[in-house]
């Protein structure tokens, strides 16, 4: 039952789904084309056809990358890396510092709180030129700039400095989410742990972070996916191929300057779509609200 | 949001607060094991980078003067700037680009798509809503294929096969021949769903009293849009607005990804990073790149001040709720 106000007749109702329909083609013809591309030898428009040109050629031949293409692994995995590092970090960082800001009071409380609101609405973006040159001087850093395993180092053209400066730039949004479902739990059990001589780092690991794990699900997700999707941070900090991610990898298949065999370059791309649109299918009601708060930068 | 805490009030400070030299040193220490590493990226990568870029933007630093043998200019990128024969156009793309994707999507379509998605059965509203979200999931450079593929010749393109075809237009490749609405699309469907979100949860909110009174009084759809929605939205909208113009003015990816600035879509945030950062001749002009940039920077920094001044964002800094241990 909907109990809407004013929804009208039920045929205003469907020109208004007609309508919203009509607008929201452009979206899904996108993905259409995607999903039929990538199994057909090529395509006009969203027709499949085969070498001749004759609807049809249907085929799996596409997906040969996923074995003759040793690439595809490396930088799958190093994407995988980033955004699982990229997690990991948000969701440590963000949440001790939001707990400090909701239930601490400490000198510079205020200052920081503020401090987070502007760079929340600041576009982190314009600082690209900067932070190259804080990554050069991190590389310099003996023990941190190079040479650690997995991740590279925290330097220039090290998947470990991608993950910092991405980590850096999520962390407004981050403290302040995480302040904000601190904010809203009942501080009872934590205070009777508190006077019962718990350590402050003690409660927060045992009694407090647990009832927020709704909040650490959305952030996780939304750190995952912008890890996972990241373009611009990895093209502009990473020179080597060996150490690129999957989105500039598709990138390169792109910008190749034979003509792009568009059939196999999307099915590259449906590849780097599928852990999103699982993401989509799941957690709709999360992405909903968090993307809301969470856009930076991007439009 | 659950409203639990807000209903308890904060604890008698004086009653639980302990005095001592020993309690004031660990009070001390806790809070900066729990800021310390939010607080070191926190200047490492907005701080320092801010005093960088304005201090690179005072010399002459290139691939040419390497990192060694640069000196200070003064102002000198920045005349160069307002003498640069470029300067003139770039402005004037930055202009059309966020004047029409403001307008046309992240504000005009975003209304629009909240409006239709609340006046239509909810869970068919919640779908379209979910669909007009999936642009910005999506990996730009995944995202840019399949407008790159909906624009390109015949026989591939969509445009050309499925709409233009029929109607009898001639193809070609649209990219080249349409640039800005291609980039106006393109940032246009990602950029609608914040609008969106945010004008949804306003419409939502409104008071049903004010609904049933304009029902009441015979009104029409379009009259409770005009004179009941829009006038309780104002403030959501100015947001969007202002918020999305500094967002659109710095943002530069999908315009990379698209048309890498060719055929005359080079925008001043796009313009910065190929002089600083990538260019085909591979001189990198770091000092007139973060000049450029440097203006984006201070434009930023006054506007997300202007956020702070006046949408009030200070009421939201509450006071913490167990201070006192």
């Known amino acids: 039952m909907d109990d809407r106000l004013g929804m009208g007749g039920r045929w205003r109702v469907l020109i208004l789904l007609v309508a919203l329909g009509v607008l929201t083609i452009p979206i899904v013809v996108g993905y259409v084309w995607i999903v039929i591309s990538t199994f057909s030898q090529r395509t006009y428009g969203l027709v499949p056809v085969d070498a001749l040109g004759q609807p049809g050629g249907l085929t799996l031949r596409n997906w040969s990358f996923l074995w003759a293409d040793p690439n595809i692994w490396r930088v799958s995995l190093n994407s995988l890396v980033l955004a699982v590092g990229l997690t990991i970090g948000v969701v440590l960082v963000s949440s001790l510092a939001g707990y400090a800001l909701s239930r601490i009071s400490f000198p510079g409380r205020r200052i920081f709180l503020g401090t987070t609101l502007v760079l929340h609405a600041f576009p982190s973006v314009t600082l690209l030129i900067a932070i190259y040159f804080v990554l050069r001087w991190i590389t310099r850093i003996p023990g941190l700039g190079r040479g650690i395993p997995i991740i590279g180092g925290f330097g220039y053209n090290t998947l470990g400095g991608v993950i910092l400066v991405m980590l850096a730039l999520q962390l407004p949004l981050g403290i302040w989410l995480m302040k904000g479902f601190f904010d809203h739990i009942s501080w009872d059990i934590e205070r009777a742990a508190l006077i019962d001589g718990c350590s402050r780092l003690r409660t927060w690991w045992q009694i407090v972070l647990p009832q927020i794990k709704p909040g650490i699900a959305a952030l996780s997700i939304f750190s995952f996916i912008s890890g996972w999707n990241e373009f611009l941070i990895p093209y502009t900090y990473i020179t080597d191929q060996q150490k690129s991610t999957i989105a500039a990898y598709l990138n390169s298949l792109l910008g190749d300057t034979a003509p792009v065999n568009y059939s196999q370059v999307a099915a590259v791309g449906l590849f780097q779509l599928i852990p999103v649109i699982i993401f989509f299918i799941f957690t709709q009601e999360y992405l909903l609200s968090i993307f809301a708060g969470g856009t930076k930068g991007g439009a | ?325």
């Open chain 2, 1 to 325: 949001m659950p409203e639990s805490a807000s209903a308890i009030s904060a604890p008698d400070a004086g009653e639980v607060r302990r005095v001592g030299d020993g309690a004031s040193l660990r009070s001390l220490l806790g809070p900066l094991l729990f800021m310390g590493p939010a607080t070191v990226l926190v200047v490492v990568f907005f701080f320092v980078p801010v005093v960088i870029v304005l201090a690179i933007s005072l010399t002459d630093m290139s691939t040419a003067t390497g990192f060694g043998s640069w000196k200070w200019v003064q102002f000198e990128n920045y005349r160069k700037i307002v003498s640069h024969p470029n300067t003139g156009q770039v402005l004037g793309n930055t202009i059309k680009y966020v004047a029409l994707t403001l307008s046309l999507f992240n504000v005009g379509m975003a209304l629009v798509i909240a409006l239709l998605t609340t006046h239509v059965p909810r869970r068919a509203g919640f779908l379209f809503r979910s669909l007009w979200l999936l642009p910005r999931l999506t990996p730009s450079v995944v995202y840019i294929m399949m407008w790159r593929y909906v624009a390109a010749d015949a026989p591939y393109g969509i445009l050309n096969r499925h709409l233009l075809g029929p109607l009898g237009i001639q193809p070609t490749n649209w990219l080249p021949a349409q640039p800005w609405l291609f980039v106006v699309l393109t940032n246009g469907f990602i950029g609608a769903s914040f609008g969106m979100v945010i004008f949804t949860s306003a419409i939502e909110s409104i008071h049903r009293d004010y609904m049933i009174a304009a029902l009441v009084d015979g009104c029409s759809l379009w009259q409770r849009v005009r004179y009941v929605i829009l006038p309780l939205i104002r403030w959501p909208l100015l947001f969007v607005t202002t918020y999305q113009t500094l967002s659109l003015l710095t943002s530069f990816e999908q315009i990379l990804l698209l048309t890498d600035g060719q055929f005359g879509t080079e925008v001043w945030s796009l313009w910065a990073y190929h002089r600083a950062l990538s260019n085909y001749w591979g001189n990198f002009q770091w000092g007139f790149g973060a000049a450029l940039a440097a203006v984006l920077v201070l434009i930023g920094i006054v506007m997300a001040l202007v956020y702070m001044r006046y949408f009030q964002f200070n009421q939201l800094i509450q006071e913490p709720k167990i201070e006192a241990l």
